[in-house]
Each structure stands twice: as C-alpha cells, then as structure tokens.
C-alpha cells in the first residue's frame, strides 16, 4: 500500500521589524524661533539670537547686516532711543523742561544707527569692477579720503584722513574712484581702533583687486586722547599697512610714502 504523505508542517518564521528612517528624519531638527517666541522681546535681543544660533561674531568693529531684516532698523533706532531716555536720567539731565534735551535720546539713537555705526548695520557697497583693459601696471594714489570714526573704548570721534596705494597688475580688477571712499567709509562707520581699521580696509581691497601691492596710511585725530584723559589736543596717531609689492620693495615704498608728504 501506498504510503501517505504527511503535510510538512511550516515553522513559523518571527518576523523582525525594520524601521525605515527617511533623510528628512534623520537630520537633527534645527530650532527655529517662532514669531511667537519673539514677542515681546527687546528687537536687540532678537537679532542677537540669531546671531549667535549662527555662531557668528559681532563685536563692535564687525558687520552684522546679515542678520537684520527689512524694517529692523527702525526699530532699532526706537529702543536705542528708550535706553538712551534712561542714560539721560541717570545723569540726572532734565529733559521735560529743558528744551534742548527734549528730543535728545531720539536724535543721538538716529545718529548712531544711521550715520556714525552705520557700516555695522548695512551691507557692503557694491563695486564695480572693470577689467584691465590697458594692462596698467603703474603707481596708483588714492586719497586723502576723510574718515569719521569712534573708538570703541570711549566712543569717542576719531577724525582723520586715508591714503591708498595701489600697484595693479596686468590681470587685476580696476574700480572706480568714488568707490574707494565709499568702502573706506563703510569700514570706518563702526566703533573700532585704529590698528584694526586699516588692516581690515586692506583686505577688502586685496581681495575686490587683487593687485600686485597696496598700501595705506592713516593719519588721525583721537578725540579719547584731545576731550578727555591727557587732554593732549595735539597728539595724533599715524600708521601704515603694506601689502606685496610695497613690503617687498623698498623704492616703491618711498616713492609712495615721498608722494604723500607733498600732498
């Protein structure tokens, strides 16, 4: 007789659970601060969030127009004018009954934001650059360029005068005349030191032109020495940066700075 097949009995197979992460999961949210998070918050304390979520710098010779939005400034100019209110105060200076110091809060906030820190809070100049059609190659002057400062220690005004040299080469980029005044002012509309200013002028200029050699001498007055301190009205403060060629090469460097002492 034929013999009966028994059915094959099926082990049971444990299905394990395989939990499919998709790339957009699997990124570590970053947090956004709502709107609702900034109410209420002084707009100060709201640009310096998002500066800092950046890990940026801002101190007080830096740019931070990146992190200002449209309309900010305004706002802006409003609570610097709120906390200068209460310096005036604090200083006990009558500003109910005296006329001149009415308004005197608003107008030094304005000041501030919109002309002498300016160049912390708006973008960089733009600037044209023309190709070197003529391949020039020779000693180029700029200056004196007058700069409008402040030093970050006192804030106090540093006025003075720039002049730039520039070697360009066959291939570096020309810009225009009035936009070496327009980047130097950039660079000075912040509360800085002098040393820095300069060195932070010539990089910007190596970079846009990329010329052979650059040099600039900065001649000013420290108002943190001449109103205050030593009270010395005619001390003055003198420094130069060379780049390049005006480093390497000794001729060039007093053709330069002899070119500067007939001005």
Known sequence: MPTKKLPLKKTPTKKVATKVVSKTAAKTPTKKV???????????????????????????????????RPGELEGLVDEVAEKMQAVLESLVIDTQSDHNTKNTSQRVAKMYVQEVFNGRYVVQPTLTKFPNVSRLNELMIVGPITIRSACSHHL???MGR???????????????????????????????????????????????????????????????????????????????????????????RREFLSLLEKR
């Not at 709502?34 to 830096?62: M, T, Y």
């Open 162 to 252: 720039i002049w730039i040299g520039v070697l360009p080469s066959k291939e570096s980029a020309l810009i225009g005349l009035s936009k070496y005044s327009r980047l130097t002012e950039w660079v000075m509309c912040r509360p800085q030191i002098q040393e820095e200013a300069v060195v932070e002028l010539a990089d910007m200029l190596e970079k846009k032109i990329k010329p052979i050699g650059v040099a600039i001498v900065m001649d000013a007055d420290h108002f943190c020495m001449q109103w205050r301190g030593v009270k010395d009205r005619d001390s003055k403060m003198v420094n130069s940066v060379m780049r390049g060629a005006f480093l390497k090469d000794p001729n060039l």
């Open 34 to 68: 709502s709107k609702k998070e900034d109410a209420g918050l002084p707009l100060s304390v709201v640009i310096r969030r998002r500066i800092e979520a950046q890990k940026a710098r801002f101190h007080a010779n830096d740019n931070i127009a990146a992190f200002i």
């Open 156 to 158: 106090c005004p540093i």
